[in-house]
C-alpha cells in the first residue's frame, strides 16, 4: 500500500504562482511513476504531469511551459510548480503514484482545491 498526502492548494489571481505538494509513505519502492491529475466541476479527472522514477516528464498540453513537475526521493514528495496561472486551471488536484507492472497499482491522495480568480 502506499499512501500520498497533498498540500499546497488554495486561492490565487490570474497571473500567480502556488506549489503543490505529495507525500508519499508506503511501499514506495513499488511505484514506478508519480503524478497530477485535476478534476475541474463537472469534468472528467485529467493528467497534468508525470514523473518516473528515473526522472522522465510527461506534461498536458494545455500545462507546458507554466508547470514544472519534480520529486524529491530523499523526502519521498512529488511538487507541482504551478506559475502563470489561469481561471481555467482552477480544479481539485490528485497526486497519484502508478505500479505499472503486474500486479498493476493506482494510489490517490484526497486532492487539493486550487482556485484562480480573474
Known amino acids: 500500500q502506499v499512501q500520498l498526502v497533498e498540500s499546497g492548494g488554495g486561492l490565487v489571481q490570474a497571473g500567480g504562482s502556488l506549489k503543490l505538494s505529495c507525500a508519499a509513505s508506503?511501499?514506495?519502492?513499488?511505484?514506478?511513476?508519480m503524478g497530477w491529475y485535476r478534476q475541474a466541476a463537472g469534468k472528467q479527472r485529467e493528467l497534468v504531469a508525470t514523473?518516473?522514477?528515473?526522472?522522465?516528464?510527461n506534461y498536458a498540453d494545455s500545462v507546458k511551459g507554466r508547470f514544472t513537475i519534480s520529486r524529491d526521493n530523499a523526502k519521498n514528495t512529488m511538487y507541482l510548480q504551478m506559475n502563470s496561472l489561469k481561471p481555467e486551471d482552477t480544479a481539485v488536484y490528485y497526486c497519484n503514484a502508478a505500479r505499472l507492472t503486474p500486479p498493476v497499482r493506482n494510489y490517490w491522495g484526497q486532492g487539493t482545491q486550487v482556485t484562480v480568480s480573474s
Open positions: 508506503g511501499s514506495i519502492s513499488t511505484i514506478n511513476r
Open positions: 514523473i518516473t522514477m528515473d526522472g522522465s516528464t
